[in-house]
């Protein structure tokens, strides 16, 4: 039986200590029908054009044993990530970037572990005032209302029991800081929420990154995780 587990933020190579064994131990007894979802940030490919580092980090995750998926943050070279061959894997669409390495696209609805999984990437960045355009800041950190709309139907069409996003919904936002303006993504995620409201989805779990902690909080019957550090198993579900 396939085993799922969520993260987020590994930044390239900086925050990619937390994969080690030590931290998560689970994966020496994983094999490549196993899932590791990275809720954004993953930061590889970080180069236009070839790039040796990107190269042997790409390849330490096809080594390892099992499979990595993750869905975009704000740090992203989208326009290396973009020139990858588009796939389907586990029911949505993904860039491949190795046989066992993909990037999945916003909107799409993975299936793993009995789960319907929402995933939506992007978020602005807060210090793009300090990063070239380029080089190492992208527009295309923030979602377009094109892949918004897409999401909302992938929600209404699909009913996904578990969304991950790499920004959290607004509410949450004002939930963990209560005097910050929440921005245009959260309030875009927001819409999401009110759209699993509206059509009575039964979501039960949403998991984010972006704010670099690890927190665990509830809001109208939907439990919230911000994942940073933590690797957390999602358990097995039996799909109706």
């Not at 995933?119 to 070239?132: E, P, V």
């Amino acid at each position: 039986m396939a085993r799922f587990f969520i993260t987020s933020d590994t930044h390239n190579n900086i925050d990619i200590c937390k994969l080690n064994t030590k931290h998560f131990p689970e994966q020496k007894d994983l094999t490549k029908e196993d899932v590791l979802l990275i809720a954004g940030d993953f930061g590889v490919p970080w180069y236009k054009s070839y790039s040796k580092a990107d190269e042997y980090l790409l390849n330490q995750y096809e080594a390892r044993n099992f499979t990595t998926v993750f869905i975009d943050g704000n740090h992203e070279n989208f326009e290396a990530l973009y020139e990858y061959p588009q796939v389907v894997f586990a029911g949505a669409r993904c860039h491949k970037l190795r046989p066992h390495v993909f990037h999945v696209m916003r909107g799409e609805v993975l299936r793993l572990a009995g789960h319907r999984i929402l995933c939506m990437g992007g978020a602005d960045s807060h210090d793009k005032i300090y990063r070239t355009e380029h080089i190492s800041w992208w527009k295309e950190e923030r979602p377009s209302l094109e892949e918004f709309e897409h999401a909302k139907m992938s929600l209404i069409e699909q009913k996904p029991d578990i969304i991950v996003s790499h920004d959290a919904p607004a509410r949450i936002i004002l939930k963990m800081y209560p005097n910050d303006h929440p921005g245009v993504v959260p309030e875009y995620l927001e819409q999401l929420c009110t759209t699993v409201e509206e059509s009575r989805i039964k979501v039960t779990d949403w998991y984010f990154g972006h704010h670099h902690v690890d927190d665990d909080l509830e809001l109208k019957g939907i439990r919230y995780h911000a994942r940073y550090q933590k690797i957390t198993e999602v358990l097995q579900k039996t799909e109706e």
